[in-house]
């Protein structure tokens, strides 16, 4: 009988300790996603620049987004139905400093085979160019991402500009940071 209850702790123990291993891998994926930007906070006051291949024409639409009102660009059906390549269309999605590294991500609405993009961070007097490539999830795609390590970076006033290229269609991304 003594058997029995020992062989019933030992599988309670079992249990408890692959339970609890399974709670701290959790806590330390949660915690290494937080420390890389994964949740990081909405971009303010972005603005988002559209180009168009045909003409060189420029269009700018301004919107500003918080976590309680997000607002998205949208996509005109009567410029589509006559333009063969649409422009591409997507936002900043957050800019954040941590660790002494500047992140920026952002994303597409809508999915792209493939693609490019090309960040360019400028002030008047320095300019900065990073490259990634785009990827995507169950419905849009994004860029890889942009880390700039802040040591790079003059205090003040950045301008952000991301171009987007997927085949013969581009798209520009304007944001502002400040350092």
């Known amino acids: 009988m003594k058997i029995n209850t020992q062989t019933k702790k030992k599988k309670v123990i079992v249990i408890l300790v692959v339970i609890a291993i399974i709670i701290i891998t959790g806590l330390l994926t949660f915690a290494v996603l937080e420390k890389r930007g994964f949740f990081g906070d909405k971009q303010d006051n972005s603005k988002i620049e559209k180009t168009d291949n045909t003409d060189k024409n420029r269009e ?5 987004s918080s976590d309680n009102d997000k607002e998205k660009p949208v996509n005109d059906p009567q410029q589509n139905a006559n333009n063969q390549s649409p422009d591409i269309d997507g936002f900043i999605t957050s800019t954040n400093i941590s660790y002494e590294i500047l992140t920026i991500r952002t994303q597409i609405n809508e999915l792209l085979p493939e693609g490019t993009c090309s960040l360019v961070l400028s002030n008047s007097q320095k300019s900065l160019t990073r490259n990634s490539n785009l990827i995507n999830s169950a419905t ?10 802040i040591s790079e970076l003059a205090n003040g006033n950045w301008q952000i500009k991301i171009t987007i290229s997927s085949g013969q269609r581009i798209g520009i991304i304007s944001g502002e940071v400040v350092i």
């Open 60 to 64: 700018t639409s301004n919107y500003n």
């Open 140 to 149: 849009s795609s994004s860029c890889y991402g942009f880390d700039v390590p």
